[in-house]
């Protein structure tokens, strides 16, 4: 499990504190929400409901935000993000939520969250935050509860029946509105010329934040530094410039792309590292179809053999990739596997991080891919 240093923990979490205030462009969404629990709590019908869309989008914020409202204060809520933790651990971590004690075993466990919301009157709101990392059967075991499930994920492909709220990325005109209003200390072209860079790489609202508290740290450490040194230069004013914006970018862009492949599940990475071999070989038009057969040949030798069942499965994967911003698909809709895919992000950074697994760098030393 990988672990985030204190310093890069406290910056996200100011950062979703500073996106649960910038909910622009997203009224439409959280109506929908809102008429969605309203009208199942009203009737005390079951039901589930899930919000997909790409990283930084307002998912968990605006759902947050919604939850918080007062018309909700009294309504019994669990929130739970799946991202670290196993599939068999969910039950546990639902029971701790509600403060239930329960003797050890799985099987005692689901037996108190259940009857536990068998002895409520009013409906519970279940949220489970990068429900894309659960399978669809464990999602099942929950679907028979009196209880209001809705699921956040990158991306999801149900094949039971649901309710589905659909987020689009940010868009210029909606990151530079947020960044203005927040950011009053930044020159104006200081804030298009990060919203222009965020809105061409992934539209991710998280990131063009995190850009902005970073470029005002890169400017009190120049302006202190040059006071210790006894600089008798005089700053023209304490804006931020597109200089601080420009060196911010850099900075947050690499290393996000380094934590985004160091955070991915063994599989998602080892098709990332068979994409970067290929790459390397000078594939250039790669193929959904020639990408899977390449990463069969990868798990035989890498993984154990343990590989997708399917191809329709792996391109599931490749679905989560291209939602992390990792990779682009062209889609050909009546032929699957002619799909294009395409690296987003820098080849060598790529390599570089990839070089850091054992398994991952050994995929990309193989010369038979």
């Given at each position: ?138 999602l099942h075991s929950l679907f028979d509860l009196k209880i209001v ?74 302006k202190r530094q040059r006071l210790e040194l006894g600089s008798t ?137």
């Amino acid at each position: 499990e990988n672990k985030m240093d204190g310093r890069k923990r406290k910056r996200y979490r100011d950062v979703e504190q500073d996106l649960e205030t910038s909910l622009k462009g997203r009224d439409q969404q959280m109506s929908k929400l809102r008429i969605f629990i309203s009208s199942h709590l009203k009737k005390e019908k079951p039901g589930s409901l899930f919000i997909t869309g790409p990283p930084g989008s307002g998912k968990s914020a605006t759902v947050e935000a919604v939850l918080t409202e007062k018309w909700l204060r009294r309504c019994t809520k669990v929130m739970v993000n799946c991202m670290n933790i196993k599939p068999h651990q969910l039950c546990r971590h639902v029971a701790q939520n509600l403060g239930l004690s329960y003797r050890d075993g799985e099987e005692h466990c689901q037996k108190a969250v259940r009857e536990y919301i068998r002895s409520k009157q009013d409906m519970i709101i279940v949220v489970l935050d990068e429900v894309d990392q659960l399978s669809e059967i464990v999602l099942h075991s929950l679907f028979d509860l009196k209880i209001v499930l809705i699921g956040i994920a990158n991306t999801l492909k149900m094949t039971t029946a649901c309710q589905m709220i659909s987020y689009p990325s940010y868009k210029l005109d909606e990151i530079v509105a947020i960044l203005t209003e927040k950011f009053t200390d930044f020159e104006r072209t200081a804030i298009e010329f990060c919203s222009r860079k965020v809105a061409a790489i992934d539209g991710d609202l998280r990131k063009a934040i995190d850009i902005c508290r970073h470029a005002k740290d890169i400017a009190r450490g120049t302006k202190r530094q040059r006071l210790e040194l006894g600089s008798t230069e005089t700053f023209r004013s304490d804006l931020i410039t597109i200089q601080h914006i420009s060196e911010a970018v850099s900075g947050v862009y690499t290393n996000s792309v380094a934590s985004r492949v160091e955070e991915l599940p063994l599989q998602q990475k080892a098709t990332v590292a068979t994409m970067v071999a290929l790459r390397y070989q000078k594939e250039n038009n790669m193929t959904l179809g020639k990408l899977y057969e390449t990463f069969v040949q990868v798990c035989k030798h890498y993984l154990n053999g343990k590989c997708c069942q399917s191809d329709s499965e792996f391109f599931g994967i490749c679905d989560l990739l291209e939602s992390r911003g990792l990779i682009e698909i062209k889609k050909n809709k009546k032929q699957p596997r002619l799909s294009t895919v395409f690296l987003k992000a820098n080849l060598t950074d790529m390599n570089e991080v990839l070089r850091k697994d054992r398994i991952t760098s050994s995929i990309l030393s193989c010369r038979h891919i």
